[in-house]
């Protein structure tokens, strides 16, 4: 294989590039009040950088699968970053981003295929798994922690709330994604040590993982136990309810702009958010 083939596999895609710069106009707009709906750009922001994270969450399976010896997904365009390489991009980016309207939860997304076959250890193919879920904990720490050191006072209300509801879905995703459940990276983390018996009785079930989930999701109990978790990491990153709560707010702009007091008030403790 030439150089400039290798080269021309591992260009970051126009389509990435094209969405962080949607990302980061939208940001923009709404640190500036540039947008005549603050809603709509909340909208633009969250969508495109979760779309942006889960390209970043394949990148890193398919990087650790080359390393571990499936040079097939050079061949297969996933270190481009480009979404449209995925095995179902309508199933991959359009799913996890109705259940983010839906329900404000981070659903794993994205499908690269990973010829495990080729990678040569058990544990090479449990890092394999485990590399997405974790870049999604990077992503939520790099967001997160400016709430913990308190670097975000002075921002503007807004990109508080943007970011606060970007740091959820990551942190739903990291949790989600870790669930030993077949179809997801937790599973796949576990899989490589399970006998061959067990793994051909459980595949399966693997495309119906992630629809379990979703139910189990949707009972009353196991939501408001989900998200109690979810809110005590949450907590621990110095990220309110508030600042959760509004953001997802805004993010719903078809349903009208929101009239949503100074994030001062919450922090002079003047107001009471309740879980949804």
């Not at 449209?84 to 996890?96: A, E, K, M, V």
Request: aromatic share 14%; with cysteine; glycine share 10%.
């Amino acid at each position: 294989m030439s150089s400039l083939a290798t080269r021309g596999e591992r260009r970051v895609s126009p389509v990435f590039l094209a969405l962080v710069a949607i990302m980061a106009v939208s940001i923009w707009a709404v640190w500036t009040n540039f947008s005549a709906s603050p809603g709509f750009a909340v909208f633009l922001f969250v969508v495109s950088g979760w779309v942006v994270s889960l390209c970043l969450h394949e990148f890193a399976h398919a990087r650790t699968a080359l390393h571990g010896g499936d040079f097939t997904v050079r061949d297969k365009g996933y270190l481009t970053l480009n979404p449209l390489r995925y095995t179902h991009p309508l199933l991959s980016l359009g799913l996890p981003v109705i259940f983010v309207i839906m329900g404000g939860i981070g659903l794993p997304g994205g499908a690269v295929f990973i010829e495990r076959h080729r990678i040569r250890s058990r544990w090479k193919q449990s890092l394999m798994s485990a590399a997405g879920p974790l870049t999604d904990a990077v992503f939520a720490a790099a967001l997160g922690v400016p709430f913990l050191l308190g670097a975000l006072d002075g921002l503007p209300d807004n990109v508080c709330y943007a970011l606060a509801f970007m740091v959820q879905l990551h942190v739903t995703a990291v949790i989600l994604n870790f669930l030993p459940v077949p179809g997801l990276d937790g599973f796949g983390v576990v899989e490589p040590w399970l006998s061959p018996r067990i793994r051909q009785q459980i595949a399966p079930f693997a495309p119906f993982g992630l629809l379990a989930v979703f139910g189990f999701l949707w009972i009353p109990e196991v939501n408001h136990v989900f998200f109690d978790m979810i809110n005590s990491v949450l907590d621990t990153l110095g990220i309110s309810q508030w600042d959760t709560y509004h953001g997802y707010e805004l993010f719903r702009f078809w349903e009208g702009t929101p009239d949503i007091p100074p994030r001062s008030d919450f922090t002079d403790g003047l107001y009471t958010i309740v879980s949804r």
